[in-house]
């Protein structure tokens, strides 16, 4: 068994049109720039992108939105220092939204991961992001139904990685890759460092192997908020 | 009357810094982006208030040098942040089941509009791009929700309302309100004043709330720094 | 912040009559053996014990039931290399029984823990451990719906602990401790090694010190498996 | 006739190598408590399974000698392992996340009973104390499903009928029986027999088994090794 790829492109090549696609990250912290500006390279139409946020300045996700990739975000925060990309292309309504509380998209992220169809949630009751959803009252208290959230495509960013998938990331950039790698279909890593098996002790290990389908090395990954404070565009 | 509101009302710092002697040592604490943040500066010494951020940081102390930051160690409002001993990373579901499991002791948000039967509405002006974050959750899962806010809007108007009309955040969950004017319970759909700015009378500040302002025992003068 | 506590004695004073209590551990791997035991000196009466088993030999849970705290068990699999003490109560009428599939157990805890009232799964759908339960379908599959679980107490087993109750496990002792962790509204954890703050690597914390209220050091713990082993007899 | 079963009917050991030649590598698969664990011993070489234990193990290898085992590091069913490399370990709720979730690619179990629509029991005979364990977690979750069995009961009587009679584990959910007889698929309500031992016809088979006994291409010998 060996998941390590030897290229970005490779590692992004089964993603077309039409394609689901999770994307760790929050803001800059986790987000695996390479991965995805390999995916702008490939350049697959109508995705439908779920990731906390909708992009920030013109790499990343925005760029994804800026070069026409993205049909429909999901995520519960599309605002950012410089959300010009998907605030001009929703306004225009040239791109869809699905808002999903941050919770609720945590949990439903991680429920399509564990096999949970749906479950109850007391967030959003009584709001206009629960309107049309089924409710139900538990112990006198109300909760909104919500659905669990698979993916054809998990692309990720974790620190260390083995040949077998298993994962550790770096800080607060662990945020949504842990639950996005169980979601996915086919997960894809980009990992600072491989090392050998054996070299993430077992106690230790974040995301355990059975849910990453391919790992590709980036020693020099770039920080996407770092990035966005040099200006940066892509392509 | 807008001009004796300017003259007595609280800086935030102020609201703040009265907002923060009422976390006890050992809670648990998550902060809203922006002005509530600044409760954090404001902890009584002798105590320790652990703070939670949503992205999956427990622990989380003062912002770093400019220069210093790590840009992969930020909290909800994507700002740098350093640890404390003892802090804990985690991923979202995890950060969320502390929130919505009702293990953070306290929550501390703004407000567009706070209902006397503990509405909030905070998220969305109905204009523009939507964006919730975490709000909905912090006010569905914390075991108190504080609101710290001005007591009226730019225009004059009641923050504290009958009912709220925008949209809302969350129903019922308000526990208490710290703005500019005074220190306010939400009990039994009412607004219940605690605590209010020395110059004004309770008559006064019935005159910029909506909804009932009832009173339930002695009301003080709130007693803050200069700030 | 200082969680620590002096006693085990202590460490279980909270725990009265009626209490439902979960108790960490698969077997005799993660169980806190030292804090069932100190339990059993304080005698609270009528207990509904969550576990994943119904105790072994004469010691830890198995010694509960024997000395007559439990009323009922919640667990799914009451089977052990020596059952007799559960099993004799059990044909007797003597204690009840709540028999729950090992993944439903563990997410009903976990749903406790995360603020979830009920879920739906595959599990246990048309059988009759699902009788009674509301069933939906999704998407074409039928599910069962099943309620969150939540304890008074988790007494619980970590390998390391600081003073604020951030804990790690040590190898397949983690089991349903971390969890359990999260539903127990009041959660005492003994730790092998008490450490001191930043001891624990905030990445490698397991447990995040927010779900435990009380740490008490047991450098000595005894493994459930090894008492049984030398038919050891708890009084 | 019960004594021509006897003496072509394969050893639980020759069952359990005949499932070990259809995982493939890098399968990630879980094996039942008891004769299933039989399976693990048979792994053709070249190929790479990772096992899974419902406790919270990914790649656990043989057991230690005896005198060497770490009670902290056992399986589902109380027997001690020891680790390959690339392990992992992880707590119950994300173990049965793997399992419900689809990331197994097999779960391998014994029955009591297997019904031609592919309901499974093997959890209680209705007597004693009952026990389920994570078995109803697991035909629910793996993507193939299959059964190690004995073709008949110690009384001769069939373990794949046409309805189970005995308390359910998983409704329509077994893909495959591995059984001292016969290899038979589970499709369209019907048994499908693809492989028998070489000294019993269909219609021998057909005699033993409950239910409807299909063949949908050619027949083979089941050839394994003495064991």
């Given at each position: 068994m060996d998941k390590r790829l030897g290229s970005l492109a490779e590692a992004?090549?089964?993603?077309?049109?039409?394609?689901?696609v999770m994307i760790g990250g929050f803001g800059g912290s986790g987000a695996p720039i390479e991965l995805i500006h390999a995916l702008i390279?490939?350049?697959?139409?109508?995705?439908?992108?779920?990731?906390?946020?909708?992009?920030?300045?013109?790499?990343?996700?925005?760029?994804?939105i800026e070069q026409g990739l993205v049909a429909k975000m999901i995520c519960s925060f599309p605002r950012s220092s410089d959300p010009r990309v998907f605030n001009e292309k929703y306004l225009a309504g040239e791109i869809e939204l699905?808002?999903?509380?941050?919770?609720?998209?945590?949990?439903?992220?991680?429920?399509?991961?564990?096999?949970?169809?749906?479950?109850?949630?007391?967030?959003?009751y009584g709001t206009e992001l629960a309107e049309g959803k089924p409710t139900a009252e538990f112990d006198g208290k109300h909760y909104v139904q919500e659905r669990w959230l698979k993916a054809d495509f998990a692309l990720i960013k974790a620190e260390l990685g083995d040949q077998m998938g298993n994962l550790t990331y770096r800080m607060a950039a662990?945020?949504?890759?842990?639950?996005?790698a169980m979601a996915g279909a086919h997960t894809v890593a980009q990992v600072g460092?491989?090392?050998?098996l054996g070299g993430i002790e077992p106690e230790q290990v974040i995301t355990p192997g059975i849910f990453v389908d391919a790992v590709v090395e980036v020693s020099d990954a770039k920080q996407e908020e770092v990035l966005n404070r040099e200006g940066a565009v892509y392509p | 009357?807008?001009?004796?509101?300017?003259?007595?009302?609280?800086?935030?710092?102020?609201?703040?810094?009265?907002?923060?002697?009422?976390?006890?040592?050992?809670?648990?604490?998550?902060?809203?982006?922006?002005?509530?943040?600044?409760?954090?500066?404001?902890?009584?010494?002798?105590?320790?208030?652990?703070?939670?951020?949503?992205?999956?940081?427990?622990?989380?102390?003062?912002a770093p040098k400019e220069g210093e930051e790590d840009w992969d160690l930020i909290?909800?409002?994507?700002?740098?942040?350093?640890?404390?001993p003892g802090a804990a990373f985690f991923h979202h579901a995890d950060s969320f089941s502390m929130i919505r499991g009702g293990h953070l002791d306290v929550a501390i948000l703004g407000a567009f509009q706070v209902a006397q039967n503990?509405?909030?509405?905070?998220?969305?002006?109905?204009?523009?791009?939507?964006?919730?974050?975490?709000?909905?959750?912090?006010?569905?899962?914390?075991?108190?929700?504080?609101?710290l806010t001005d007591h009226v809007t730019k225009n004059g108007e009641p923050k504290l309302v009958d009912r709220c009309t925008m949209p809302l955040t969350g129903v019922g969950c308000v526990t208490r309100v710290y703005s500019s004017l005074a220190v306010i319970d939400v009990e039994g759909g009412r607004f219940v004043l605690r605590e209010k700015v020395a110059g004004l009378s309770v008559d006064d500040l019935r005159a910029v709330t909506g909804g009932e302002l009832a009173t339930d025992g002695e009301v003080i003068d709130i007693a803050v720094p200069d700030l």
């Open positions: 992004v090549s089964p993603i077309g049109d039409g394609a689901t390279d490939k350049g697959p139409k109508n995705l439908t992108v779920i990731n906390n946020n909708a992009g920030n300045g013109h790499v990343g996700i925005a760029a994804m699905e808002l999903v509380p941050q919770g609720t998209l945590a949990e439903r992220i991680r429920a399509g991961g564990a096999g949970i169809p749906a479950f109850y949630t007391p967030t959003a662990r945020n949504f890759n842990p639950i996005m460092t491989l090392v050998p | 009357m807008s001009e004796t509101l300017e003259k007595h009302k609280l800086s935030n710092a102020q609201i703040a810094w009265r907002a923060a002697q009422d976390i006890e040592d050992g809670a648990y604490v998550n902060l809203g982006i922006g002005f509530p943040e600044m409760v954090a500066k404001f902890q009584p010494e002798n105590r320790q208030a652990v703070f939670h951020t949503e992205n999956g940081v427990l622990g989380f102390g003062k909290n909800a409002g994507k700002k740098a942040i350093t640890l404390n503990g509405d909030l509405a905070n998220w969305s002006t109905g204009k523009g791009v939507p964006a919730v974050g975490g709000a909905m959750d912090l006010v569905n899962g914390a075991k108190r929700v504080c609101v």
